[in-house]
């Protein structure tokens, strides 16, 4: 049974940094894409960014590209959202979510959904 547990989420002002980590188990990792998902109540899911399984390759959401940062570790069978210049509006619950397939940023094509940790950007 594949289970995804992030960890890493905080507090932190306006311009900081954060690193989320999720950890995945139960399947080879290396054939999972790895999507990062967030969500403020109320507000509908939003993809921020994804990796492919077989290259590497990211896509990100405009919102946040050029200032997150995905990457995996496929000994460690983790991913890592590094977050940068961090804003409020970055405030949310952050997941991270895999797939056997092409990574996309729509949550709907995942198999697999972590627990959340929350972000909060506040000064």
């Known amino acids: 049974q594949v289970q995804l547990v992030e960890s890493g989420g905080g507090l932190v002002q306006p311009g900081e940094s954060l690193t989320l980590s999720c950890v995945f188990s139960?399947?080879?990792?290396?054939?999972?894409?790895m999507g990062w998902f967030r969500q403020v109540p109320g507000k509908e899911r939003e993809g921020v960014g994804c990796?492919?399984?077989?290259?590497?390759?990211?896509t990100y959401a405009d919102s946040v590209e050029g200032r997150f940062t995905i990457s995996r570790d496929n000994a460690k069978n983790t991913a890592y959202l590094r977050m940068n210049s961090l804003q409020p509006e970055d405030t949310a619950v952050y997941y991270c979510?895999?797939?056997?397939?092409?990574?996309?940023?729509?949550?709907?094509?995942?198999?697999?959904w972590g627990q959340g940790t929350q972000v909060t950007v506040s000064s």
């Open positions: 990796m492919h399984y077989g290259d590497d390759s990211t």
């Open positions: 979510a895999a797939l056997r397939g092409y990574c996309a940023l729509a949550g709907g094509v995942y198999d697999y």
């Open positions: 139960g399947a080879p990792f290396h054939f999972y894409s």
